[in-house]
């Protein structure tokens, strides 16, 4: 078979068996089954099959996905998460200090948890009710919380870094550190947002919030367990001590004892911390399985690189394709959740960003920023029903979408800065060597 008569036909089975609702692992395989058939027997394509799912969950490297989970989980569970929120909200006494308090948190939070959904839910769970207790702009509360979600995922650790690293064979710990400068500025641009916000809507911000002050030895036990963990994360892998899945296995380990001992972590919520990252890891695995599997079939029929050169044939400036390219995903997110698409079109995409001539690690940033903006726009935005199923009523899916336009604006940004000045990613990493 032609390489784009497998392309074609690969595409449009995987959209026919996602459309009739078959789940996407399920349906990534069952896609890549009968192309495989053409290649191998039977019974040999069964065995190719189960080293592929085999592979997968012994990988030393994605032992760190399910750890970095974990980890999220646990501070979920725990008061470590909502503490934060409350330091940073009762701390600053400002106008407008809940919102600002929940980007923070929701930095600080993305600092050691590479989950968007789990912080947006983490976060959210406490800062919503709050926020529209003291008199908040719903549209305001609810995108300020669905957009701080995203920082996750930016901030490293970061599990789609970590998976993009994997599918294009970067290094994990130089697509952590590009993504820090980017994350800073991001936090920054989203506080600007919400003080435009408050000029332009002043109803939407209470001049006066009634919030108890936090006593000396809660803020250390609220700061202290995020910094400690924070550090032995990004200390344990620049310094060269330990790879990523090993800094994640001793954080994991830290932050249970401090969830335990400082956190007021109980045995039902370690159990069902347990329990989510199991189910979590359940989907992600199966995931990566047929991932995997679908990019065995795509390589064997060269579909990258027929697809690369193709597209080069056209002579198309390097903007033009990353212009395109960016459109697609985002389009492709509106459809898509980002763990799902990274797996599906990435070994199809990079190839070609890297024949255009752009740095496969810089790319890693602006595509994790892309699917900053998949998890905010519907109707798959994943970050948006999170918020609304927060809200309990009190906050529509209209109110969470409308509330997030103006971040996903400064998101949009932030790709314009990436483009134009390349080194705000490579600076650091560059440092580092």
Known sequence: MEWYEVGLGLLGLLMLLIAIGLPIPFALAAASLPFLWQIQSFQTSLVSSQLKLWGVWIDYILLAVPLFVFLGEL???SRIGPNLYQFLHQGVRIRGSAAYGSIGACAGFGAVCGSSMVGALTIGG?????????????RLSAGVLAAGGTLSVLIPPSLILLFYGIVTDQSIGDLFIAGVIPGLVLVTAFVVVVLIWGILRPQDI??????????LMQIFATVGPILLIGLVITVAIYAGIATPTEAAAV????????AFGIGGLTWLGFKEALFATMRTMGYLGLLLSAGVLFGFVLTYYRVPQQFT????????SPYVVLVIVLAFYIVLGMFLEPVSMTFITLPTIYPLMSAAGFDLIWFGVVYTITMEIAVLTPPVGLNLYVIQGIGRGQVTIGDVIMGCLPFIGALVALIALLILWPETALWLPDQMR
């Not at 209470?206 to 006593?215: H, K, L, V």
């Not at 954080?251 to 401090?258: C, I, M, N, S």
């Open 75 to 77: 501070i979920g569970k």
């Open 126 to 138: 406490v800062a919503l009710p709050e926020m529209l207790r003291l008199g908040y702009g719903k």
């Open 206 to 215: 209470p001049n006066r919030e009634d919030a108890m002050r936090m006593p």
């Open 251 to 258: 954080a994991a380990l830290l932050t249970v004892a401090l």
């Open 309 to 316: 050169e193709l597209f080069l044939s056209f002579d198309l």
